[in-house]
């Protein structure tokens, strides 16, 4: 089956005041492919892969493509991670890495302290395939960790250290997690209440954040780190093959628990052709990925992609602040930024004035990603930075970029873009029996479904065949999102063909949440939804029912609020709990969301033919 190719029709785009050409004689960008990429026409994965260096035997691994390419090729004393420290300029010293609060890491001492984290982790006994997870702030530690436990062909899975103690549990429990790397004082707030839960989990190896002595039954990681010495830095990277697991990232869906997608040593071609193809990376680039490691963006595109580049990467341990954000881009003059539509809207929000305090001569290329980037975005963009921003699709399955307005096509805006070289896209129906049709009319809405073959797809759910083997059909990947596409080739998002939320860019599982508010007492049954919202694209509303003898009021809001809050972590929570006397179910017990989300926001309640209680 090929991919329908694009009629003739009129541009969705044009709705949004149609393409924005780039103009050339003002704006510093790359009309086309840059020079040493093959052209689209000519791509292949083997070609890109071709590229990396490779293991002997025909091994490849990501933390040695990352860090020993690199430095093989000449860029050692280049800085690979330049760390802002939330209270950059305040100096206090770091005992583990013994830094300031603004460091800059070369590629050569990033590739020796990555490889003292992984002889530290070997002779702690950890071996290829075990599972580490990270929950940490943006600290140089981190990446040590990363990459050194990719080397070491350690399984590495990613946690939000905005997540609170029973996402943390779920997960690492899922993923048989045998090391965690956090800090002190998120270890004590989040772990230890819950790590008996955890009976795999037998290294904490704690980052020195000034706080103290970590409590007994945990490991320093400063002194891991020099104990493992310079004998440490010569580790020899083990030799890892294409399809060894690599990275676990933990995703959200509808039902269930959440799925731990798993991604493989070979996923780094993808990441290298992207990083080329999609953020048009150059060895001279500064380069700023806003989003943490925690989220598959930050790894792929705020650890690996940037590092394969040779680029300068710039880490900021601080959240979200509108004019520190543009004192980096300005300061360290940052020529390539990929961020999120949240963060571009929260700029937006804090006015144009404070924008055009700076400049940014060096700036070349802005990209966004996570959810659907907003035309009046793209738009600000050239008014704020002087650049358009280049929407980008993908998402924890595939691993990399997939569908991007790519440097060397105009922009769209609203759309997603086009689908990058070497990825196969289509939309499709989904037909009984599992089999799916696929739609080539432009405009006429369906399931954005890719084509088996792109490196970095994910190789399974974890401990879930069928719920991995029910997102395919023959050779198409079904991503569970619903688009459009126009005329001319580009896709435009509609959303999601299932009830996940996405707030602020994290996507929240409605009944991981459900099940938090029902371990409270007072609830007796919960229906969480994703309520359209101007800033964070949406946030979380549960409508709870209470057991008998629980009254409905504010007092038991707050309540459940805290009790939520505390639980799930304040990136989870809902924002917002309504009371219900009874929830609307399907005939075989399950919350109709849907009803409730129609019902909240005024809209038609659609079919309810399968409603409990219909005619
Ligand atoms: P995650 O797996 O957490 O990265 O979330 C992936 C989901 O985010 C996708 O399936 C989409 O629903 C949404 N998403 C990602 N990028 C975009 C985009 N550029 N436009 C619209 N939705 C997006």
């Not at 071609?269 to 925690?294: I, K, N, Q, R």
Request: contains cysteine; charged residues 20%; hydrophobic residues 45%.
């Amino acid at each position: 089956m090929t991919p329908p190719a694009p009629a003739d029709t009129p541009a969705p785009g044009a709705q949004h005041g149609g393409v924005i050409r780039k103009n050339l004689a003002t704006l510093p960008v790359r009309p086309h492919w840059r020079a040493d990429a093959p052209a689209p026409a000519t791509f292949s994965w083997s070609s890109m892969r071709e590229r990396l260096a490779g293991l002997p035997g025909g091994g490849l691994n990501i933390g040695f493509e990352a860090l020993d390419r690199p430095v093989r090729q000449g860029r050692g004393e280049h800085v690979a991670l330049h760390w802002l420290g939330a209270n950059a300029g305040a100096g206090a010293e770091r005992a583990g890495l013994a830094g300031l609060d603004e460091r800059r890491i070369t590629y050569d001492e990033l590739r020796r302290l990555a490889n003292r984290f992984a002889s530290a982790i070997t002779r702690l006994g950890l071996a290829r395939g075990d599972r580490l997870f990270v929950l940490a702030p943006r600290l140089p530690e981190l990446y040590v960790a990363i990459l050194g436990a990719l080397k070491a062909g350690v399984v590495v899975s990613p946690l939000f250290s905005a997540f609170g103690p029973e996402p943390i549990a779920t997960r690492m429990n899922l993923g048989e997690g045998r090391a965690l790397v956090t800090t002190p004082g998120l270890f004590a707030r989040k772990v230890a209440p819950v790590r008996a839960q955890i009976p795999t989990l037998s290294h904490v190896l704690l980052i020195d954040d000034g706080s103290g002595p970590g409590p007994a039954g945990t490991h320093d990681l400063g002194a891991l780190l020099r104990e493992a010495g310079e004998a440490g830095e010569n580790f020899e990277c083990a030799a890892t093959r294409p399809e060894d697991l690599a990275l676990l990232h933990f995703t959200s869906g509808t039902t269930g628990r959440p799925k731990g997608a798993m991604h493989v040593h070979g996923a780094v071609v993808t990441h290298y052709a992207t990083g080329l193809y999609a953020l048009d990376l150059h060895p001279e680039d500064v380069f700023w990925c806003t989003a943490d490691p925690g989220w598959v963006t930050g790894m792929s595109y705020g650890v690996i992609a940037p590092l394969l580049h040779g680029v300068t990467m710039i880490v900021d341990e601080a959240e979200f602040d509108p004019e520190r954000w543009y004192r980096i881009l300005q300061e360290h003059e940052v020529s390539v930024w990929y961020t999120a539509p949240t963060a571009i809207r929260m700029l937006m929000k804090a006015g144009i004035a404070l924008a055009q305090r700076f400049v940014h001569p060096k700036l070349r290329f802005v990209a966004s990603v996570g959810e659907p980037l907003n035309p009046e975005a793209v738009a600000w963009g050239l008014q704020a930075l002087g650049l358009p921003i280049h929407d980008n699709w993908w998402q924890t399955e595939t691993g990399g970029i997939m569908v991007a307005n790519a440097p060397a096509f105009d922009i769209k805006p609203g759309s997603m873009g086009r689908p990058l070289p070497g990825v196969e896209a289509a939309i499709v129906e989904r037909l009984a029996g599992g089999d799916v049709r696929l739609i080539d009319t432009p405009g006429t809405q369906g399931e954005l479904a890719l084509k088996r073959g792109w490196p970095s797809m994910f190789r399974g759910y974890l401990h879930e065949d069928e719920r991995y083997r029910k997102c395919f059909a023959g050779e198409w990947y079904l991503t569970g999102d619903l688009v459009r596409r126009d005329a001319d080739g580009h896709y435009w998002f509609v959303g999601r063909a299932d009830d996940v939320i996405k707030s602020a860019g994290h996507l929240i599982g409605p009944f991981e949440v459900e099940s938090v508010l029902m371990e409270h007492p007072a609830v007796v049954e919960a229906g969480v939804i994703g309520k359209p919202d101007a800033l964070l694209g949406e946030t979380v509303k549960a409508f709870v029912a209470l057991r008998p003898g629980f009254e409905a009021g504010e007092a038991l809001m707050r309540e459940l609020m805290a009790h939520a809050r505390k639980r799930l972590g304040a990136a989870v929570a809902p924002k917002e709990i309504a009371f219900a006397a009874a929830l609307p179910h399907t005939r075989s017990g399950k919350i109709m969301r849907r009803l409730l989300k129609a019902r909240e926001l005024g809209l038609p309640e659609g079919d309810t033919s399968t409603m409990e209680g219909a005619a």
